[in-house]
């Protein structure tokens, strides 16, 4: 993919400003071209100290020496028996794609603020999402069924080519299909 004229003079104009030049690229490129916001650009990637205190018996709990912060998260879900990617993959899922076999038609209503998305089966088989709820509203009868995880909208984003997104738990599908 290429970047716009306007996003190539912003990346021009950032560098020589900077006296560090890849976090002024950094700064245009996810700023324009992801979904990520920083708090500030001047992180120096300093080591922070972490202290961890346990009872005796769970000393192993105890993460110790130099961690990367991703090997924090490793040692933290191997602790506590947790799988995060799995639980994601469950929880955030692409509505497009999680009902793409399904012959529904996905729309979606209301502002960037009160997004809805509408899934319809015809024949009144209707389910209804609304962003950072943790509901599902089926048919016409309005039966509200509380969902594992909460719905996420992400808006769309012509600019850099980024689609509108709605992302719901796969469970949401499960309930679906049995209710229709």
């Known amino acids: 993919a290429s970047i716009s004229d306007d996003l190539a003079q912003r990346v021009i104009d950032l560098v020589p400003a900077s006296l ?3 976090n002024a690229v950094c ?3 996810s700023a324009n071209l992801t979904l990520l916001g920083w708090t500030t650009h001047g992180h120096v990637g300093g080591d922070v100290p972490l202290f961890a205190y346990a009872p005796k018996h ?7 020496g130099l961690l ?4 924090l998260n490793k040692h933290l879900q191997a602790k506590m028996g947790l799988d995060l990617a799995a639980t994601t993959d469950r929880l955030y899922v692409d509505a497009t794609k999680l009902f793409a076999a399904y012959n529904v038609t996905i729309t979606t209503q209301g502002n960037s603020h009160n997004r809805v998305l509408l899934v319809d089966g015809g024949s009144g088989k209707l389910a209804t999402f609304h962003q950072n709820k943790n509901q599902m509203i089926i048919g016409k009868s309005g039966e509200v069924i509380t ?17 509108e997104r709605f992302y719901v738990p796969r469970q949401a599908l499960e309930l679906m299909t049995a209710k229709w």
């Open 27 to 29: 700064e245009a490129l």
């Open 58 to 64: 769970h000393q192993s709990w105890k993460p110790t």
């Open 20 to 22: 560090d030049h890849q």
């Open 147 to 163: 969902l594992e995880g909460v719905c996420v909208h992400i808006n769309a984003d012509a600019t850099y080519e980024v689609p």
């Open 68 to 71: 990367h912060h991703t090997e």
